[in-house]
């Protein structure tokens, strides 16, 4: 499987000072639907390499039901680049809101730590087409601007 959505109402455990959920939180949540998404695919243990740009566009607030959808975007050799978007909203509306979105790159390791190849993805539909050239497009850039690789 390629995607996963976690879904689930934001407690108030997770509330800072300003009586918002954490973007730490928030964080925490990419990484761990990231994870579950990378996990699944690989069918072996994954860490975190890198976590894209991420910009909160609205705050999540106690009681929002909270969607985190991880899409697996774009495979090299050994990564794995997960497409995650944030979304939350007010249960009795149905209206839910685009809070934050990145890109988590994702490796599978051997039980000594060590990066190892995964399965090659290729994206099917139109949407996945898209996320996967829009994906390499910022990878290639990134890459770009680093002296030396």
């Known amino acids: 499987m390629s995607s996963i959505t976690l879904r689930f109402l934001a407690e108030p455990s997770t509330i800072n000072f300003g009586g918002k959920v954490h973007g730490g939180t928030v964080m925490k949540w ?5 994870y579950a998404c990378a ?13 894209g740009s991420i910009r909160f566009q609205r705050p999540i607030m106690i009681g929002d039901l909270v969607e985190v959808q991880a899409r697996l975007a774009y495979t090299g050799s050994t ?16 209206e839910m809101e685009v809070i934050t979105e990145c890109v988590v790159v994702f490796v599978a390791v051997d039980p000594n730590g060590k990066t190892i190849p995964v399965e090659a993805w290729l994206p099917e539909t139109p949407g996945d087409i898209a996320l996967a050239q829009h994906v390499r497009t910022h990878l290639n850039a990134a890459r770009a601007a680093l002296p030396g690789v």
């Open 30 to 34: 990419i990484d761990e639907a990231g």
């Open 39 to 51: 996990t699944r695919w690989a069918k072996r243990y994954c860490v975190t390499v890198s976590v």
């Open 79 to 94: 990564s794995m680049n997960i497409a995650v978007e944030v979304r939350a909203g007010d249960m009795k509306t149905g």
